[in-house]
């Protein structure tokens, strides 16, 4: 299964994870602090619901904290894919609602949790804009650097759903 693309010189985050916006948080499984360099990230009982887009052993979060799993690549998303990312984006939005500490998490914590984070901003009432913007403010402005994603975004995922399910012309 594709998991990661290679991106050139990205770096790693400089923070575990960063909150979006109120109980919305988006990280990944690795952070560089600058001085000791490359760490890994263990989520405890930080959260109540994580929501892993990539995930590796070791990594959380605690025995007893909800946790979904739902890995996508970081690359073009098929049907399928892109409607587990609407439905697991529903499920934050209405975890936000109800007043939880929500974790969306992938590898880096830039573009598989920055697509979920905006998408749920999209279902709390952000305009598509305004969530791309937000998730690159809170986290990095290296989040969604994969264009794929920015470009779901902006379509919408009903829209990118259909279009992608499209068979081409024989």
């Not at 990280?27 to 560089?32: Q, T």
């Not at 007893?64 to 690549?73: D, M």
């Not at 073009?76 to 990312?85: A, K, P």
Request: with cysteine; charged share 25%.
């Amino acid at each position: 299964m594709r998991t990661r693309r290679r991106e050139g010189e990205v770096p790693e985050p400089r923070t575990r994870w960063d909150e979006v916006t109120t109980g919305l948080w988006m990280g990944g499984h690795v952070w560089s602090d600058g001085a000791r360099g490359h760490q890994d990230v263990v989520v405890g009982r930080e959260f109540d619901l994580v929501i892993s887009l990539w995930t590796r052993a070791g990594h959380g979060p605690a025995t007893g904290v909800e946790h979904h799993v739902v890995p996508i690549p970081d690359d073009w998303l098929t049907v399928g894919e892109i409607d587990s990312v609407r439905r697991i984006a529903v499920v934050a939005a209405d975890a936000v609602r109800a007043g939880r500490r929500v974790l969306v998490r992938c590898y880096s914590g830039y573009n598989r949790s920055g697509l979920v984070a905006a998408q749920t901003l999209i279902e709390l009432g952000h305009d598509s804009e305004s969530a791309i913007d937000r998730v690159r403010l809170r986290r990095s402005p290296w989040a969604l650097h994969n264009l794929a994603f920015e470009k779901y975004l902006l379509t919408g995922l009903d829209v990118a759903s259909l279009l992608s399910g499209l068979e081409p012309p024989d």
